[in-house]
């Protein structure tokens, strides 16, 4: 940067003068600023709508497009002893079902590890860690001066066996690392001086079995005592079994997916159970109903956002505007900004109005009928009762959690009750209208991308035109100030030369 000598011999301001001849060029790069900030609002907002637009399209109406989504059914269980979730495929019937047994992990608690005292008759509790070796536990190796002892884990357990080699140097925790290395869930409890060792999953096929030298599980505390039976605890893994309507299931886990039911096993009963499973009119209801309320979030926004007060009187702060307001005045001034942006915008009204469209048109049926929602009890609340900005949004009657309609007689749930099929036609029909038009909004373009309806690509092309234009207007503020600063510095270097030449005639004529 030069060095500017800013009025050291003629007293002026040359800042305050230098900036006041650029004004007008700093206040066209301003001017520039504000826009693109303004432009960058209206980015978010249109990326927050659209995501909104999106996630209607790409999952409640991408579902209910398909006739599968009003196929819906549940089942009842006169025990809470089990759950049922039920599928589209189930029969809608009444089935009987006994338990007969639970799953069960296999699981060997170790005996309490003891060690005998000196001078006391009985042995005591040990005091063995984790980086205790065993054969400072008492383990003799003999002469090879090694053992091994094996683990026979799951559905491969015979094919796959594996040994695990006792040597000098070998901890309790190198066992433990060792069992869990080969597929079990080993520990050990240096409070309770115990091994705690399970399976890895429920069932038989998740079983294991340990073998090999006696010696080294019997000072682990989990070996075999002469009666054949494991020191400790041991329980049998075992298989879940029931009867259905007579016939008997079994599964290595507490669930049963059997005919469209997913059965799980909640706790252990000897009563018979009844499941009943009919058709969900609550369920078929709600989907519905979710979908309106989806709808009329998204499209009470839209109407929001568009019929939004004029915001023209509202002019983009400066810096140094915004330094003399106080930070809540700022807000509210942004905010009022903030909320016009999309007003009367021509690609929010062409969304809005092709969905209010395709829900006012109704759905040619397959028997040559024409519907529409109002033959479901769906209505707008009309011009007068409606809200400003809701009077697009779709209320069902007798809709109990609606305050306007609740009252009403409720023809959308006579309707799933007596005839699902044209329930499930008309609304399937009419999502894939709404899933077709906003997938043709969404298409890629040369000025937006794919999923988009606003012109995404030609709003960033903007923003950037913006940073080069502000970089180019700070270009020729720096020319200008710089081609400034020059006259005033030669004028300085010119009166600092005179007031030398004054000095010295001066010195002539009058000094000492």
Same mark, same amino acid.
């Given at each position: ?49 659209n ?27 006169s ?9 589209t ?63 026979? #884990? /799951?559905?491969?357990? =015979?094919? %796959? ?8 140097? *070998? &901890?309790?925790? $190198? ?83 059997? #005919? /469209?039911?997913t059965? =799980?096993? %909640? ?8 499941? *009943? &499973?009919?058709? $969900? ?19 009470n926004?839209?109407?929001k ?14 810096d ?19 909320s ?31 519907m ?43 309707m ?97």
């Amino acid at each position: 940067m030069p060095v500017r000598l800013s009025g050291m011999n003629s007293g002026l301001d040359t800042e305050a003068i230098v900036a006041e001849l650029v004004k007008a060029k700093s206040t066209k790069k301003e001017n520039l600023e504000k826009d693109q900030k303004k432009l960058s609002w209206k980015q978010d907002a249109w990326k927050d709508l659209n995501s909104k637009i999106y996630g209607l399209y790409s999952k409640t109406l991408s579902d209910m497009r398909f006739s599968s989504s009003y196929a819906k059914k549940k089942t009842t269980s006169s025990s809470s002893a089990v759950s049922v979730v039920t599928g589209t495929g189930a029969p809608e019937t009444v089935q009987s079902l006994k338990m007969v047994s639970m799953a069960k992990a296999g699981y060997h608690t170790g005996a309490e590890l003891k060690i005998k005292l000196e001078g006391i008759d009985e042995p005591v509790k040990a005091d063995w860690k984790n980086s205790t070796k065993l054969v400072d536990m008492g383990l003799e190796l003999g002469e090879g001066g090694s053992k091994t002892i094996t683990i026979k #884990n /799951g559905a491969n357990a =015979t094919e %796959n066996p594996v040994s695990i080699e006792i040597n000098e140097n *070998t &901890t309790i925790k $190198d066992v433990v690392d060792a069992m869990n290395a080969a597929g079990v869930k080993a520990n050990f409890d240096e409070k309770n001086q115990r091994f705690y060792i399970s399976a890895s999953g429920m069932g038989k096929a998740s079983d294991f079995t340990l073998d090999g030298d006696n010696d080294v599980l019997h000072t682990l505390g989990i070996g075999k005592l002469d009666n054949g039976e494991f020191e400790g605890k041991r329980i049998e893994a075992a298989d879940a079994e029931i009867e259905l309507n007579g016939e008997t299931y079994t599964s290595t886990g507490n669930t049963f997916e059997i #005919n /469209g039911l997913t059965i =799980t096993l %909640n706790n252990m009963t000897s009563d018979e159970i009844t499941l *009943t &499973t009919s058709q $969900d009119t609550s369920g078929v209801f709600d989907t519905i109903k979710n979908f309106l309320k989806e709808y009329n979030t998204l499209i009470n926004e839209m109407d929001k956002l568009y019929n939004a007060e004029s915001a023209a009187k509202y002019k983009m702060l400066s810096d140094d505007e915004k330094e003399e307001m106080n930070e809540d005045d700022v807000k509210e001034w942004d905010d009022k900004i903030k909320s016009a942006l999309l007003r009367k915008d021509s690609t929010l009204g062409n969304v809005s109005n092709a969905m209010k469209t395709i829900m006012l048109a109704g759905v040619e049926m397959s028997d040559g009928s024409k519907m529409h929602l109002s033959d479901f009890g769906i209505n707008t609340l009309g011009y007068f009762a409606a809200a400003d900005n809701e009077k697009s949004a779709y209320h069902i009657d007798g809709d109990k959690d609606d305050e306007s309609t609740s009252g009403k007689e409720d023809k959308l749930s006579a309707m799933i009750a007596s005839d699902p099929d044209k329930v499930s036609e008309f609304f399937s029909s009419l999502a894939k209208s709404l899933y077709t038009r906003l997938d043709e909004l969404m298409s890629r373009t040369d000025y937006s991308s794919a999923f988009t309806v606003y012109n995404d690509k030609a709003m960033k092309t903007e923003y950037d035109d913006y940073k080069t234009k502000i970089s180019k207007q700070e270009e020729k503020i720096n020319t200008w100030e710089d081609f400034y600063y020059k006259k005033f510095t030669r004028m300085e270097k010119a009166m600092a030369k005179l007031q030398s030449q004054e000095s010295a005639l001066g010195g002539l004529f009058g000094g000492n």
